[in-house]
């Protein structure tokens, strides 16, 4: 049974894997034929798992924002508040553009196929969109406690932010990112939450 489950999970590894690279190539215009290829799996294989290349897309987008998200929280535990790594979050999916920028780029790819795929897989998309939300809600909860943020409801505050993050970051895949843009969007956040710049945190 554990041997199955490794089998499985490295199967489907290197179909996201595949799917990745071809995303960084050519966007999603592959072919389910040319991701068998790359992945070096038989076509079975694939059907075995996702019932569409849609729902290959699906995994991906689900993947790499698990993946963003767990190198996120671990290159911000050093920070030294909520606030700080809440600023951090936000900041840093907007920066990561500059990295993801040509033809054929990821950001480029999240943009085209998002719409396409809220759509056709509504609820599940939302969830391969959570962790980011709860990554926010973690740090929008914590600097409530420490008095340094006041939102109405943070779990309504992080859905808006992820979804204006989320935005801006769609925006941004065609359009030129101005220096500014990622410091105006923390003001507007901050602002939101109830925080000021210069806040302290409260002593327990």
């Not at 799996?41 to 569409?52: E, H, I, K, N, P």
Request: glycine share 4%; charged share 25%.
């Amino acid at each position: 049974m554990q041997r199955s489950r490794e089998r499985i999970a490295n199967q489907v590894r290197l179909m996201l894997d595949a799917a990745l690279r071809l995303i960084r190539e050519k966007g999603d215009a592959f072919t389910t034929q040319e991701l068998v290829k790359e992945a070096g799996v038989a076509l079975q294989t694939f059907y075995r798992y996702f019932a569409s290349k849609d729902e290959l897309l699906l995994a991906v987008l689900a993947d790499a924002m698990n993946d963003a998200c767990t190198r996120w929280a671990d290159a911000a535990k050093d920070l030294p508040d909520p606030v700080a790594r809440l600023r951090f979050y936000i900041t840093t999916v907007i920066e990561v553009l500059d990295s993801e920028a040509g033809a054929g780029g990821t950001a480029k790819f999240i943009v085209s196929t998002h719409w396409r795929l809220h759509q056709i897989f509504p609820e599940e998309l939302a969830e391969a969109e959570k962790p980011f939300v709860d990554l926010l809600l973690a740090e929008i909860s914590a600097g409530a406690d420490a008095g340094l943020l006041a939102p109405a409801n943070p779990e309504w505050a992080a859905w808006f932010i992820a979804e204006l993050v989320r935005s801006v970051y769609h925006y941004h895949a065609h359009a030129p990112l101005e220096p500014e843009a990622t410091d105006h969007l923390w003001e507007f956040c901050l602002t939101a939450l109830g925080g000021t710049p210069k806040a302290t945190a409260r002593k327990k």
